[in-house]
């Protein structure tokens, strides 16, 4: 179930690591390369967001939705947009205003961030486009993308894809139950 709490976290986490400040569509993708890592080594997102093709590449819907939204919101508590088709923090964040996230989820945000947080939001762009093969062109639309194509493009082979799936379902299947419970 997706969680905006959970992924303004990341965001502003990502955020503090750059300075504060970013392209939302280098921020979009730095999300979705996570999103797509913790898929593989979970079976589950950190946030349970969607993911989605679109023009630009692959994206985390709802965060899309928040980005590009202006709604009182826990996004809009911690991130605001800027000129520029940027966004920036709010204000300053300190640990415990990462309360969601527990190390191994702010491990992965690191490890994206060493990896592709010095690369300009375009080449960021291109690379989704070229290397993450769960990305289809929707010319000019936008598909879903199922979690067992990440689980493929990530090198996962068909029994690994099976579990993953039974694990990712039976996440979504709790999700439900405690939904309904509150």
């Known amino acids: 179930m997706f969680s905006e709490i959970r992924v303004t976290q990341m965001a ?7 300075g504060g400040r970013m392209a939302y569509i280098k921020l979009l993708k730095l999300l979705y390369l996570a999103e797509r890592q913790a898929m593989a080594k979970w079976g589950e997102s950190i946030s349970g967001d969607l993911f ?21 919101s826990p996004w809009n508590d911690l991130i605001k947009g800027e000129a520029n088709y940027e966004v920036s923090l709010v204000h300053d964040i300190e640990a415990e205003d990462l309360d969601e996230l527990c190390p191994a989820e702010l491990k992965i945000l690191d490890q994206i961030f060493e990896e592709f947080g010095h690369i300009p ?22 598909y879903p993308i199922e979690p067992k194509n990440v689980f493929r493009a990530m090198g996962k082979n068909e029994h690994q894809v099976q579990k993953l799936l039974e694990k990712h ?14």
């Not at 070229?130 to 990305?135: G, L, N, R, S, T």
């Not at 039976?170 to 419970?181: G, I, M, N, S, T």
């Open 12 to 18: 502003a986490y990502l955020l503090k690591k750059r």
């Open 52 to 72: 989605v093709s679109m023009p630009q590449g692959p994206v985390l819907s709802q965060t899309y939705d928040l980005i590009k939204g202006d709604t009182q």
């Open 121 to 142: 939001r375009f080449e960021i762009v291109k690379y989704t486009h070229d290397h993450c093969a769960e990305w289809e062109d929707p010319r000019g639309s936008s």
């Open 169 to 182: 379902n039976e996440q979504q299947q709790l999700d439900l139950l405690k939904a309904r419970l509150v």
